[in-house]
C-alpha cells in the first residue's frame, strides 16, 4: 500500500501483477546443508561432480518501472516447484489480498490447486 501510495509503484494497464517463479540460488560443490538439493553433474572430460544448490519460488510485485520480491518460500528437498508454490501464494493471498489483481507464471502453474487458491 505504501509503494501505491508514494508512486513508486505503477499499475500496468490498470491492474497490479504479480509474478511467481522458481529460481535456482547458491550453487556449490563444496558447501552444503540439511536443506540443499543435490545434482551430480558431468565436467569436461567426462568428470562427475556433485553440485549442492537452493531452490526458491518467489512471488514478485511487477510494475512498469518496478519490480520487487514480496515474499520468497524455499522448494525443499524431494519436492518441486508447484509445492513451494501453493505454500507461497497461500501466504501471499492470506497476508497481501489487495496486492495484486492478477497472476502470471509459467506453464508449470497450470495446476488446478494453484487455480482454486487464486
Known amino acids: 500500500a505504501k509503494a501505491r501510495k508514494s508512486k513508486m509503484l505503477a499499475s500496468c494497464y490498470g491492474m497490479w501483477v504479480g509474478v511467481v517463479d522458481g529460481h ?5 560443490p563444496y558447501c552444503k546443508c540439511p536443506y540443499c538439493k543435490s545434482r551430480i553433474v558431468t565436467k569436461k572430460g567426462g568428470v562427475k561432480e556433485t ?6 519460488t518467489t512471488f514478485i510485485l511487477a510494475g512498469p518501472k518496478i519490480s520487487f520480491i514480496l515474499d520468497i518460500e524455499p522448494i525443499l528437498p524431494g519436492e ?26 509459467d506453464g508449470l502453474y497450470l495446476k488446478d490447486n494453484i487455480f482454486f487458491l487464486l
Not at 553440485?51 to 526458491?56: I, K, N, R, T
Not at 497461500?90 to 489483481?101: E, G, I, L, M, Q
Open 80 to 105: 518441486g516447484e508447484i509445492s513451494s508454490s501453493y505454500r507461497l501464494l497461500s501466504r501471499v493471498c492470506k497476508n497481501y489480498p489487495k496486492a495484486f489483481s492478477i497472476v502470471i507464471g
Open 24 to 28: 535456482e540460488q547458491i550453487v556449490s
Open 51 to 56: 553440485q549442492y544448490y537452493h531452490e526458491f
